[in-house]
């Protein structure tokens, strides 16, 4: 069987292998199995949804697998991933699952895990769910299989949470706030809790149908946003993904700022505050060379890691720091949630604007970049364009043209069938020679 854990769970298009019912049920059964090894009596697990049309049969397929093996099923509905982490903890859990493929097209599903600490499994966890899917589990005796039953307010749960990180006393009054749910996951929490806190919320991406979801909006496509912050003379846009782990800030002239902006401003913040752990920012191979520049000069450090905001909470939790993210706009604050919460950064955005009076331009630049460009190439299943020999070459050359001035990733996408190519340099025009290189020999390669 090939592999079925990617960088964040299990994804792919709906009715397609790996994401079948059938397989969903092993996979239900299989955790179900591994994380009730110790025979005790009680044991829970909570799943959690995005507004995908294929979410239903999953869910229904993973519970039918985990009642199996004597899990009983907590079954929250539409509620953000980061819902899923709090609530795994809080209603002492054993077990998450998050059914979404964040911020990928309807058509595609995923399955994302937590444990009972609330924080994504391990690679090696994984694995040893892999072998069991693999081999298969004995069901639970008659007597012992599981229930389900549905939890009604766990989205009321999640909104208070979400407030609690926001400084007490402090209220969003005066502010005109467009507000991005993509469709999603958090197409009334969001929208809920800015209005509870104050804010002249104005609302989109808030009528998921099924098929919607990202579509033209959302973190990944924030230009309706953008153009929606102009013509209602809005203070700043906040742009979620379909499960609402990312989050793409608009300032009040419509420029958007990405995740490394946010988190360079709230690393100086925190750390003018002695709030910022290690004094350092855990970030993915994605960010800036920029951020790098922008955090030395202050004193602080960026540990990078690989692409992916679980090994960047890895990376937090092994060095005990307590802020990171990705460029892409997952944002881990350790001391509010256990993964990337889109809801919670925009919060913290927002509290940063009341406390300093600065517009969100202001907030939104905090170092230039160096020029950066990122391309994809799309392969079938079963090319191995990174082994071709043409592309080995065609790397060889673009490392020896950066002469090591600027930065060259490639790599697999581990959530879609993409080859990304992207190269950082102070000469934009030697970069994009560059990136064009490398594009045309993988595009080659799969044509």
């Not at 790996?18 to 996979?27: D, G, S």
């Not at 499994?121 to 007597?143: F, R, T």
């Not at 991406?205 to 912050?229: F, L, R, W, Y």
Request: aromatic letters at 4%.
């Amino acid at each position: 069987m090939s592999k079925l854990f990617g960088t964040d769970g299990v994804r792919g298009t709906a009715n397609i292998h790996p994401m079948t019912p059938e397989m969903a049920l092993r996979i239900g059964a299989a955790v179900g199995r591994y994380f009730r090894r110790d025979g005790s009596a009680v044991h829970r697990v909570v799943i959690g949804k995005d507004t995908r049309l294929s979410g239903y049969m999953f869910e229904n397929a993973l519970t039918a697998g985990l009642t199996s093996t004597g899990m009983s099923v907590l079954l929250l509905g539409p509620v953000p991933t980061p819902a899923v982490g709090l609530l795994t903890r809080s209603m002492r859990a054993d077990l998450g699952v998050m059914i979404s493929a964040s911020h990928n097209p309807a058509h595609d599903n995923g399955i994302k895990f937590f444990g009972p600490d609330g924080f994504k499994l391990s690679d090696q966890v994984e694995s040893e769910i892999e072998a069991l899917v693999e081999s298969g589990v004995e069901p639970a005796p008659a007597a012992e299989i599981g229930r389900a039953k549905r939890i009604d307010d766990g989205r009321y749960r999640y909104v208070e949470r979400v407030k609690s990180s926001f400084p007490r006393q402090m209220r969003l009054d005066g502010l005109k706030v467009v507000i991005d749910c993509a469709n999603g996951a958090a197409h009334r929490v969001a929208p809920e809790t800015l209005w509870e806190l104050g804010a002249d919320v104005v609302a989109m991406g808030t009528a998921p149908d099924g098929h919607n979801i990202n579509k033209g909006c959302g973190s990944t496509q924030p230009q309706a946003a953008a153009e929606m912050v102009v013509a209602h003379g809005a203070d700043v846009g906040i742009c979620l993904d379909g499960d609402a782990d990312r989050v793409i800030l608009i300032d009040q002239n419509g420029q958007v700022g990405d995740g490394d902006q946010f988190m360079a401003l709230m690393a100086a913040r925190w750390a003018a505050e002695n709030k910022l752990n290690g004094k350092a920012l855990v970030a993915t191979v994605m960010s800036n060379l920029g951020l790098e520049h922008f955090l030395q000069s202050r004193g602080l450090r960026l540990e990078r890691t690989n692409v992916g905001d679980r090994y960047v909470v890895e990376r937090m939790r092994e060095g005990g720091y307590n802020l990171g993210g990705e460029q892409s706009g997952h944002i881990v604050m350790t001391d509010h949630a256990t993964t990337g919460d889109g809801l919670m950064a925009g919060l913290q955005f927002l509290a940063e604007m009341v406390r300093s009076s600065q517009p969100a331009s202001g907030l939104l630049h905090q170092f230039d970049t160096v020029p950066q460009l990122l391309k994809n190439v799309r392969f079938e299943a079963g090319q191995l364009p990174l082994e071709d020999k043409t592309v080995v070459a065609a790397i060889k050359q673009a490392e020896a043209d950066l002469s090591g001035q600027g930065r060259l990733l490639i790599r697999k996408s581990g959530t879609e069938p993409l080859v990304r190519v992207m190269a950082e340099h102070e000469d934009a025009t030697l970069m994009e020679q560059v990136v064009e290189g490398v594009v045309a020999a993988v595009e080659q390669a799969v044509s």
